[in-house]
Structure formats: C-alpha cells, structure tokens
C-alpha cells in the first residue's frame, strides 16, 4: 500500500484513486453494493498477475473476472 499512500497524497492525483480498504468478507460485500464492482489484488502482485474482478450482475448474483497470468509484455 505504499504506493496507494503515495498516490493519495498528491492532491492532484488523490480524487482519482478509487476506495481502498483491506479485504475482509464485510468490505468485499460492502464495496460491490456500493459501486457494483470490486477488483482484487495480491500483496505481493505485479503487473496485474492474480487481479481479480468481481461485479454485481443482479438479483444477488456476481460475476467473477481472472484477467490472463501475463500481460504479455517482453521484458528487454
């Protein structure tokens, strides 16, 4: 989360950074009724590798999304 803190220190940058909370069961229902969606990140993750998305499709029923294990991108 250091980079969060970083992010929302700027005040440019800090009404664009979206709600960041710890996951626990309560803040992972709380964040999809709230905004529809919530996405999932590892601690330890990088380049989106174990992001996951998970959305409210109604009538208490959610869709989960597991982007590709790589982004592609050659490292040079």
Do not use: F, Y
């Amino acid at each position: 989360m250091k980079k969060h803190k970083c992010l929302i220190g700027s005040k440019q940058l800090a009404p664009h950074v979206p709600e960041t909370r710890w996951m626990t069961r309560s803040n992972v229902w709380a964040l999809i009724e709230k905004s529809g969606q919530v996405i999932l990140k590892p601690l330890g993750g990088s380049r989106g590798v174990g992001v996951i998305q998970v959305s409210s499709i109604g009538n208490d029923d959610k869709d989960r999304q597991r982007p590709r294990k790589s982004t592609g991108l050659s490292q040079k």
